[in-house]
């Protein structure tokens, strides 16, 4: 994808990752409760944020995730966490942001930022999966239009961890049948929930 445009909200300025972000990536993924359901262990020392840093937000310039923006608040503070949306064919959007600012909305409003730029882009859908454990989510993922399609269980890494998983689809390009059905493909364990 292009170069990554900053997008503007009424609270946030949503922006690429910069070398001197180490510190506030630290300070997001240090915390247990965070990294509880992400697919990354907790970081425990700034050389590890630097690394993930380099590896993940830097050198590929989130090439790997198709769009990957630092949430900052208005008017220029440090990122508070990130919301990336993957490249590969699910398009999965993913998002996470530090405890202190649960609950305040921030991840909806990244995520319709992220979502209306995902449109006029011309992508056709986005996936998003939770844990079944983590309903929160979910919600997010509710407001910003997306549709409950099936929940299937995962072997999940790095943590090797048997996981069910909800997965949401918003589709931009008006085949609201549409299901990405690789997740339910390749699991022995899927169905769909009669209320979720």
């Not at 910069?18 to 990354?40: G, H, I, N, Q, S």
């Amino acid at each position: 994808m292009e170069q990554l445009s900053v997008l503007e909200t009424e609270r946030l300025l949503l922006r690429t990752f910069r070398p001197t972000d180490a510190e506030a990536l630290y300070l997001l993924l240090k915390e247990e409760e965070v990294t509880r359901f992400l697919p990354m262990f907790s970081l425990k020392t700034m050389e590890e944020a630097e690394n993930r840093l380099n590896q993940f937000f830097l050198e590929q310039g989130c090439g790997s995730f198709g769009l990957c923006y630092a949430i900052c608040p208005k008017p220029d503070g440090p990122p508070i966490g990130y919301i990336k949306v993957s490249g590969e064919e699910s398009h999965d959007l993913g998002y996470a942001l530090r405890k202190e600012f649960w609950h305040r909305g921030i991840a909806t409003e990244a995520g319709k930022a992220v979502t209306k730029r995902l449109a006029d882009l011309g992508i056709p859908y986005i996936t998003a999966t939770h844990d079944i454990k983590n309903p929160r989510s979910g919600e997010v993922m509710k407001k910003l239009g997306m549709t409950y399609r099936y929940t299937y269980e995962e072997q999940w890494q790095p943590k090797n961890i048997p996981v069910l998983f909800r997965l949401y689809q918003l589709n931009f390009d008006g085949q609201s049948e549409r299901v990405f059905r690789t997740y339910w493909d390749r699991s022995s364990v899927r169905f769909v929930e009669k209320e979720v």
